[in-house]
């Protein structure tokens, strides 16, 4: 039984509580809050009706180790859902080995308050506007000068064929 903080993270940067949230996805307050625990999983039908009502794609639910994320862990990439807000809803291999606590429901210049987090949020916004897939290479200045990534982003889409937000894939580029 693990805990769904990434789930809370995003229920509280929406200002829902749990009645609401259980609410408006049709489901009773004391499964959800089992959900939220861990002591429950959630049918495909509940999670994409939790995805809907807090903006998010339902797949989060399906963080478990799998062939996927095992090819990719400790790679230079990174994987992100943002919602409409610009709000992480999931990320997959944080960069600078940050914590997913202190990205879920957090944007960009929430995280740091740079150049290169600016630069991502307008390749986000530029997506939200423009329907479209998106590449950028993005700096971001550290201690010892600068990293850069390339990123690409596109419009995420529920079920239903409705925007919900922005996914991204980065990879850091190596200077050679």
């Not at 809370?8 to 996805?25: C, D, G, L, P």
């Not at 914590?99 to 600016?118: A, F, V, Y």
Request: net charge neutral.
């Amino acid at each position: 039984m693990t805990k769904r903080d990434w789930l809370i993270n995003i229920r509280n940067s929406k200002q829902m509580t749990q009645q609401e949230v259980a609410y408006t996805a049709f489901i009773d307050r004391a499964y959800y809050a089992q959900i939220e625990s861990g002591a429950r999983n959630p049918s495909g039908d509940v999670t994409k009706r939790i995805g809907d009502v807090l903006g998010f794609h339902y797949t989060n639910f399906e963080r478990d180790e799998n062939s996927f994320t095992v090819s990719l862990r400790n790679s230079p990439m990174t994987l992100a859902h943002c919602d409409l807000d610009l709000r992480y809803t999931w990320v997959f291999n944080p960069i600078m080995h940050q914590e997913l606590s202190d990205l879920i429901g957090k944007r960009d210049t929430d995280i740091l308050n740079n150049d290169g987090s600016l630069a991502l949020m307008k390749l986000k916004r530029d997506i939200l506007e423009q329907k479209i897939g998106i590449r950028r290479k993005i700096t971001y200045p550290n201690p010892t000068g600068t990293i850069s990534y390339d990123v690409y982003g596109q419009p995420l889409l529920n079920e239903k064929g409705i925007m919900i937000g922005v996914t991204t894939a980065a990879i850091e580029l190596v200077n050679s």
